[in-house]
Every structure is written in C-alpha cells, then in structure tokens.
C-alpha cells in the first residue's frame, strides 16, 4: 500500500472514532477502559505471536505509561464531549490542538513564544467562540472537547520529548493509559453509576472494531506513513480529520440538521488558522532551505 494512502487512511480511521462514540451506548469512562484494556491485550497476542516484548528500562517505561495515562484522560474527555454534545463539535474542539501547543509547548521546551501563531490561534478561539453559541444545551461537551485538546497536546510534546522507538510508545503508553483509566473508574462510577458495566453484544463488536482497527491500527498506519513522508505532510493531511469527522457524521447519524450557520462559521475559523499556521510554517522551511 502507498505510503500516502496509508495516511488518508489512518485520518478516516480517526474520524470514525467520535461515530463509535456515539454508537455504544456505554458512558465514556466505560468506552475507554474497554478500548484501551481492548488495544492492550491484542498488543499483547501480537507481540507474543511475534516472540518479541518491547523492553525499556524502569524510567522510560514510567515516562511512556504516563504519557499514556494523558492519552487516557483525552480520551475520556473527548468521549465525554461526543455524549454530551455530537460527534461534530468534539472532532471540532480537537482542531484545538494546535492552539494549545502553541502555548505549552514553548513553556515546557523553553524557547520563544512565536506572535504568529499566536495570532493563528486567536483566529481559532473566535471559532470556538461562535460554535459554543450556536447551542446553550451542548456548552458543556464544548467545554470537554476543548480540555481534550489541551491534554492531547501535551500528550504529543511529551510523545516528541520522549521519542523511542515506536513499539515501546504504542505498548507501554497503551499500558499506561489502560492502567490510569482503571485507577480512574471506581470514583468515575461513583459520580456516574450505571445499571451494569459489561457491554451489549453489539457494543463489544464496535469496541473490537474501534481497538484493532481505529486504535492499533491507526497508530500503526501513521507510523509508517512517517518513515517517508515528512512531518509537515502528515501534520497537513491530519487538519483534515474534522472534515472527515463532520462528513461521516453527517451520513451515518444525520447531524447536519442539528448545525446552524454559527456552527459552520466557527469551524471554518478554526480549520483557515490550522491551515494557515501549517501553510507559513512550510513556507518559512522553504525560505531557510533556500
């Protein structure tokens, strides 16, 4: 398979993650305990079949089961925002990302905060600004999805700081995660209680699907598609998972009657300053090239 298709690929697999949100019917907490102890496991039979463990000494393995315990918590917050909003504004929020790393990242690396994007990012809060007035019921899954933004971005400054190799991070950060999510579910449950914890029929096989496929396999798409495409390319082609998102939403679960204009307009605001940092951050890589 081209390297290219593998990473459209993997960016439609991310945009059905907010529709199996949707369609199982367990609360979020729930969602991600299941797909994240799903994800393990499997990692587990594959690596077992193959006869070969990731292995890491004890500081980077507690480095990248941290690190796995952020992608943890933004999974629990962007699902939470798909419950209590629509797969729309959660796919939406995550356009956030950018904005968010544009602030933590030069606070936690300790360079130079750039005016630029900055000034790319306040575009992108307009954005959020009229999509979190286009609907007083869905303020709160707003409110998640921009928090999940924020914990996703220091996931990936973390998953930069840290860089092993690439079975290690999918291992240990799914070990991490799943590990954090279970700590997690006791008081979870406490505030949320539900009638049971095991999932439907129905709901085990999305979750099976939503592990192998929009999980392990999406990572592993993504990772490959890097060995020969530049980051840039795949930052771009990433920008594109809101659309993806939208649109499948739209087709699967008729959202788009539920989206007004207001709607529209904040996501073309957020989606114009991603395109925009992305589009002046290639072109000064151009200039210093030359």
């Known amino acids: 398979m081209n390297d290219y298709v593998k990473l459209h690929v993997s960016v439609v697999l991310a945009g059905f993650t907010g529709i199996f949100g949707k369609l199982i019917h367990l609360n979020e907490g729930l969602l991600v305990f299941y797909r994240l102890w799903l994800a393990f496991l499997i990692l587990c039979i594959l690596f077992c079949i193959a006869k070969k463990f990731p292995k890491e000494n004890f500081k980077d393995a507690l480095k990248l089961s ?39 990242e030069p606070l936690i690396e300790r360079f130079k905060f750039s005016r630029v994007d900055l000034g790319y990012s306040l575009i992108a ?82 979750l099976i699907i939503l ?10 798409l993504h990772i490959q598609a890097l060995k020969t495409i530049s980051p840039f390319t795949v930052s771009l082609c990433g920008n594109l998972e809101p659309l993806y998102g939208i649109g499948i939403a739209a087709v699967f679960l008729g959202e788009s009657k539920e989206l007004n204009l207001s709607f529209y307009l904040g996501m073309i605001l957020i989606l114009s300053s991603v395109f925009l940092q992305s589009f002046m ?3 000064c890589r151009r200039e210093v090239s030359s």
């Open 211 to 220: 592990a192998f496929f929009c999980t392990i396999g999406l990572y592993i």
């Open 66 to 104: 941290l690190t796995g315990a952020l992608l943890g918590l933004h999974f629990l917050l962007f699902y939470g925002s798909i419950k209590y909003a629509n797969v729309s504004v959660g796919v939406v929020c995550y356009s956030l990302v950018g904005f968010f790393t544009v602030i933590f």
């Open 125 to 206: 809060v307009l954005g959020i600004g009229l999509i979190f007035n286009f609907d007083t019921g869905n303020r709160f899954g707003i409110v998640l999805g921009v928090l999940s933004a924020a914990v996703f971005a220091l996931f990936s400054i973390y998953n930069k700081i840290i860089n092993r190799p690439s079975k290690s991070m999918l291992f240990y950060e799914m070990g991490g995660g799943a590990l954090f999510i279970t700590l997690v579910m006791p008081f979870y449950l406490y505030f949320n209680p539900v009638q049971t914890v095991l999932p439907s029929y129905s709901d085990f096989g999305y």
């Open 281 to 283: 951050k290639n072109r």
